[in-house]
């Protein structure tokens, strides 16, 4: 049984965040932190990384476990919010761990559906655009049931949030838990892992070594890039609402990846060259976020440019 530290004070919530010392799970820790409330934080470092949360370690409100939550979650509560984030999510550590990914979305999700159910608590689901697969309806509007290759070499992170959304439904639906499900755009912003395979690390580190920047296919295919406060801002008011049903967060910006790497030379000031290397099975050709729901339910719409997100990026980066 895995105690907490955290203390509380009159009118803040209590959260529990599986995958806390990932990208996006840190920048939660320190929003909800921010709003005075008060956070334990579960990860097994599988992808996350301690220093992620080393600014937090003397926080009176915040406590860290190391612990893997494909295993009963056994932290003391009560939580008045339980999230679950913890989830392979670059291509470069589910297709070197597909196993895990998929117990990520199964065994995982359930056990924090568990810790939820018990507690009486509201419950977060962080799902993906991948539940659309290689869309043939663009832009990818909720009601889209998508197009994913159930046998491919994707699959294990495609299906693996498929099924954990089914999963977080059908506690919504048996024992009425209150449920939220948001699909993730492309997100970018500092924290990311510099070597986990997604486009915006892969091409600053590139242009920061002086190499050429790989772009894979003939870079016509497109991607949108929503900043990570912005994003975690739309996670808030998620679990805020009473939208029981998956609510897109992402930046509708368009831009194909060879306009992106071209931005991306611009800021920095480089001239690389490109490389194009063959087209990854099942890569989506379009991603792009219909968020008229997010609006409309959450009030929420992206507000950090993309040249204003991009130079915190890199700073980050270059200071590592």
């Avoid at 939820?116 to 509007?141: K, M």
């Avoid at 070499?153 to 009425?176: I, L, P, Q």
């Amino acid at each position: 049984m895995l105690t907490h530290g955290g203390s509380e004070s009159g009118g803040c919530l209590h959260h529990l965040i599986s995958g806390a010392a990932g990208f996006i799970g840190s920048h939660l820790c320190d929003r909800l932190l921010a709003d005075g409330d008060s956070v334990v934080a579960i990860d097994n470092l599988i992808t996350g990384s301690r220093r992620n949360l080393l600014h937090l370690a003397d926080h009176p409100k915040f406590a860290f476990f190391e612990f893997d939550v494909t295993q009963p979650v056994t932290v003391i509560g009560p939580f008045d919010q339980v999230w679950h984030l913890a989830s392979l999510a670059s291509p470069m550590a589910y297709l070197a761990h597909p196993i895990e990914t998929l117990e990520s979305g199964s065994t995982a999700t359930r056990n924090m559906l568990e810790v939820a159910r018990r507690d009486s608590s509201r419950f977060l689901l962080t799902s993906t655009s991948e539940c659309y697969g290689d869309p043939l309806e663009h832009p990818q509007v909720e009601t889209y049931w998508g197009n994913v290759n159930p046998v491919g070499t994707r699959s294990c992170y495609d299906e693996s949030k498929r099924y954990a959304e089914a999963m977080t439904m059908a506690y919504h639906r048996t024992y009425a838990v209150r449920t939220n499900i948001a699909r993730i755009f492309n997100t970018y912003g500092p924290r990311m892992a510099l070597k986990d395979g997604r486009v915006v690390p892969a091409f600053i580190d590139q242009a920061l070594r002086g190499e050429a920047m790989t772009i894979f296919g003939d870079g016509s295919q497109t991607r949108s890039f929503c900043y990570v406060a912005d994003l975690v801002d739309g996670l808030v008011r998620l679990s805020q609402s009473e939208e029981r049903y998956p609510v897109n967060l992402g930046n509708p910006a368009e831009l194909t990846i060879l306009e992106f790497a071209e931005r991306i030379k611009r800021l920095m000031g480089v001239n690389g060259q490109i490389a194009f290397e063959p087209l990854p099975e099942d890569d989506p050709k379009k991603r792009r976020p219909d968020i008229s729901k997010a609006r409309k339910v959450l009030g929420w719409e992206p507000k950090v440019g993309l040249e204003e997100g991009l130079k915190e990026t890199v700073g980050y980066f270059k200071g590592l």
